[in-house]
């Protein structure tokens, strides 16, 4: 759950940075495609369209979360949600080789999904696993390690780190990793005692 809150405030900060980069790349994309340069409008629009979208991908992950949580359970939603994760890493990453800046649109849609989802689950599950006496400081998680996301997504949008035009297509993937950690060690991790009694009955799993 951690790493899915890392992962939301990362895929926040990281699109800042190769700005101008993105906007050069869909100039040129347009121009190989169409035999000319598209407007200013149409670049900013482009761009606008790449960093709202993500917000769109968060209301329909936030709108998934309750049914899936309580369908698959705490522990397997935040699985799930690492799907949309590597999904939009992948289609971002290979973005600049494939020649699309569409790509990059959809990456970023289903990179919000993830947000949505992972942020709303993590608070249930990790409220719900943590002892009485550690709840509101597990609960205060979310807020944390996304804020540690953001910060290091500016950290890696540096000129000095990854924030130069041969580089930001790996910058832009870079979310995959919090997804790749979370999606190897979550399965180790026991279900949440409140829905293996209330949704599943199974008293004896929940003790």
């Known amino acids: 759950g951690i790493t899915g809150t890392f992962h939301y405030g990362l895929q926040v900060s990281i699109i800042n940075s190769p700005a101008e980069y993105i906007q050069s790349f869909i100039r040129e994309t347009w121009l190989k495609r169409y035999g000319s340069s598209p407007s200013e409008e149409m ?3 482009m761009w606008s369209f790449i960093v709202s979208i ?7 992950g936030s709108s998934s979360a309750g049914y899936l949580s309580v369908r698959f359970g705490r522990k397997k939603a935040m699985l799930l949600a690492n799907i949309p994760a590597l999904l939009g890493a992948a289609l ?3 973005s600049r080789l494939c020649g699309s800046f569409e790509m990059i649109i959809a990456g970023r849609l289903f990179s919000g999904v ?8 993590h608070i249930m599950y990790a409220g719900e696993c943590a002892p009485r006496k550690l709840r509101g400081l597990i609960a205060i998680t979310a807020s944390t390690f996304t804020a540690i996301g ?4 500016f950290a890696l949008g540096l000129r000095e780190v990854l924030g130069v035009e041969a580089l930001w297509p790996i910058l832009l993937a870079a979310n995959a990793v919090p997804a790749l950690v979370q999606f190897l ?5 026991p279900d949440s005692p409140r829905y293996l009694l209330i949704d599943q009955k199974d008293k004896e799993a929940c003790i």
Do not use: R
């Open 54 to 60: 993500y917000s769109i991908g968060g209301l329909l």
């Open 43 to 45: 670049i900013t629009l």
């Open 185 to 189: 060690i979550l399965p180790f991790f």
């Open 150 to 153: 953001k910060f290091v997504g």
């Open 92 to 94: 971002m990453g290979l």
């Open 114 to 121: 993830c947000g949505g989802l992972a942020q709303n689950v």
